[in-house]
């Protein structure tokens, strides 16, 4: 009896070390590069990881207030209400459990693009662009990466290469918007056309240059090219811009719809005859789908992670791509990949009346919408309950999340979401595995009301605005990416 008791404490314990291991080690997704001997470090000053796995329910972040909402992988971001953008999670090796400020010579930021392990800020007044992570595949936009981050892989704790900002010379104030995806880039200008660099062995950026003497694997443009001219027709009539993890999808004002990027999935709509895996190296118009009537036209466009969406307006969304975990929104009985665009048949009925207002598309395989009154539907993979519906099953066609109102904006990460409120309260919920949901923060509030109220403090719960990431230099050692 005695030895029985031995084996099953022994099974117990074996089980909650492997069940820790595979949490901590919770990247599955396909488009992750898995570097040998990577190390994780801490940023935020704290000697023990609080672990948090995950929240299936929305929950607010207090004290905080966005005008702008980013995620990407396992990290997130805001942009302030006085212009300053703060990030969290994981991304360059580096794990911050907490919202911590980066600063550019204290300038102000208007946008800011997440990539899987970089970031792309765009300064508010002089209009200018920087980038911050590693440089491997030329995602920074500063040029050869020979220089640069060249100890990437070196177990060095003094190494502050993945901290150091660069500035991206190209636009001089003539910048419109930037998109990005896992390992790519692509800003939209004013008048001189659309530029990407970054990882192109899927012509994510561009097909029509080809990187010499490297493998396919490795080709990259580490500085911005042009992918259209500025007196390209589509350039002249365009509306917006999307990225997905390898293909990128850019919608006309009139409607029409083009992609370009890797169509393995079938995500960049063009059907199932010779298109059905070929990499497209321009943008091309997509042809293959009829709307419901001829007044029908796109007013929307999102890229998941290898799906994508598009929006009319008479209310219909259609996807087309990977379909194998929901996201596509046809059902349980359809969980195929899409090649072209095909229409959501239960969106209807369950926006109860209201207009669609805007879509919207996780970096793996989930996807959402707002309603014209706030209201957020969701669906597609739900690991780590990152479709905020309380469970960690996938739903297969759109489901309200009941406990989110008054929404303007959803961005989502691999398995993690935030949401933006009409009063720029925020709401996360999903995956929380390397603070990418900043749960944390919400604890030291909470801790810091309780000897606040012992002290008759009546400070308000902010952001500490010093805590910023470029001054704290206190990093730990966690776990080796394997």
């Known amino acids: 009896m005695k030895n029985n008791n031995n084996f099953i404490y022994f099974i117990f314990t074996l089980f909650i070390i492997i069940n820790f291991y595979n949490k901590v080690n919770c990247i599955v997704d396909p488009t992750i590069n898995e570097d040998d001997n990577e190390i994780v470090y801490f940023d935020d000053g704290t000697e023990e990881f609080e672990f948090i796995s995950e929240t299936e329910l929305p929950i607010k972040l207090n004290g905080l207030k966005a005008k702008d909402i980013f995620a990407n992988a396992y990290h997130s971001g805001i942009i302030n209400e006085n212009d300053e953008f703060y990030?969290?999670?994981l991304y360059s090796n580096?794990?911050?459990?907490?919202?911590?400020?980066?600063?550019?010579?204290?300038?102000?930021?208007?946008?800011?693009?997440?990539?899987?392990?970089?970031?792309i800020l765009q300064t508010k007044d002089d209009n200018e662009l920087y980038s911050i992570g590693k440089s491997k595949y030329g995602v920074l936009g500063i040029g050869s990466i020979d220089n640069i981050n060249?100890?990437?892989?070196?177990?060095?704790?003094?190494?502050?290469?993945?901290?150091?900002?660069?500035?991206?010379?190209?636009?001089n104030d003539n910048i419109l918007s930037i998109v990005s995806g896992y390992e790519?880039?692509?800003?939209?200008?004013?008048?001189?056309?659309?530029?990407?660099?970054?990882?192109?062995?899927?012509?994510?950026?561009?097909?029509?240059?080809?990187i010499k003497d490297k493998s396919s694997e490795d080709e990259y443009y580490s500085k911005p090219i042009k992918v259209l001219k500025e007196t390209d027709p589509i350039f002249k009539d365009f509306k917006k811009v999307c990225s997905g993890s390898d293909h990128n999808l850019l919608l006309g004002n009139d409607g029409s719809l083009y992609s370009w990027g890797n169509?393995?999935?079938?995500?960049?709509?063009?059907?199932?005859?010779?298109?059905?895996?070929?990499?497209?190296?321009?943008?091309?118009?997509?042809?293959?789908?009829?709307?419901?009537?001829?007044?029908?036209?796109?007013?929307?466009?999102?890229?998941?992670?290898?799906?994508?969406?598009?929006?009319t307006n008479d209310n219909e969304i259609y996807t087309f791509g990977y379909g194998e975990l929901g996201q596509l929104g046809h059902g349980e009985n359809d969980t195929s990949n899409h090649y072209i665009p095909k229409r959501i048949k239960s969106t209807g009925d369950n926006a109860a009346g209201n207009k669609i207002?805007?879509?919207?598309?996780?970096?793996?395989?989930?996807?959402?919408?707002?309603?014209?009154?706030?209201?957020?539907y969701s669906w597609g993979w739900n690991d780590g309950g990152c479709l905020g519906h309380g469970t960690n099953e996938n739903h297969y066609s759109p489901k309200k999340i009941q406990s989110l109102s008054n929404i303007k904006k959803i961005t989502s990460g691999f398995k993690h979401t935030l949401a933006q409120s009409i009063n720029n309260d925020i709401y996360v919920f999903g995956?929380?595995?390397?603070?990418?949901?900043?749960?944390?923060?919400?604890?030291?509030?909470?801790?810091?009301?309780?000897?606040?109220?012992?002290n008759n403090n009546n400070n308000n719960n902010n952001l500490d605005t010093n805590n910023d990431l470029f001054e704290q230099k206190d990093f730990h050692k966690i776990l080796n990416l394997k």
């Not at 200008?189 to 970054?198: A, F």
């Not at 298109?275 to 890229?303: G, H, M, Q, W």
């Not at 929380?432 to 606040?452: R, S």
Request: net charge negative; proline share 1%.
């Open 87 to 89: 990030h969290w999670g």
């Open 94 to 119: 580096l794990v911050t459990e907490v919202p911590n400020k980066i600063k550019i010579n204290d300038k102000k930021i208007s946008n800011v693009s997440l990539g899987g392990n970089f970031i």
């Open 150 to 171: 060249a100890h990437d892989n070196d177990d060095d704790d003094d190494d502050d290469d993945n901290e150091k900002i660069y500035k991206i010379e190209k636009f």
């Open 184 to 210: 790519h880039s692509l800003v939209v200008t004013k008048d001189d056309g659309i530029y990407g660099w970054g990882r192109n062995h899927k012509n994510q950026v561009l097909g029509r240059e080809r």
């Open 263 to 311: 169509g393995y999935f079938g995500a960049l709509g063009h059907g199932v005859g010779s298109n059905d895996k070929e990499k497209i190296y321009t943008p091309k118009k997509i042809t293959t789908f009829t709307l419901n009537n001829n007044e029908s036209r796109i007013v929307d466009i999102a890229c998941g992670g290898y799906h994508s969406m598009f929006l």
């Open 357 to 376: 207002n805007s879509i919207f598309a996780g970096d793996h395989a989930n996807s959402f919408y707002i309603t014209t009154d706030g209201s957020v």
């Open 431 to 454: 995956d929380n595995t390397f603070g990418q949901t900043a749960l944390k923060f919400n604890n030291n509030n909470n801790n810091n009301n309780n000897n606040n109220n012992n």
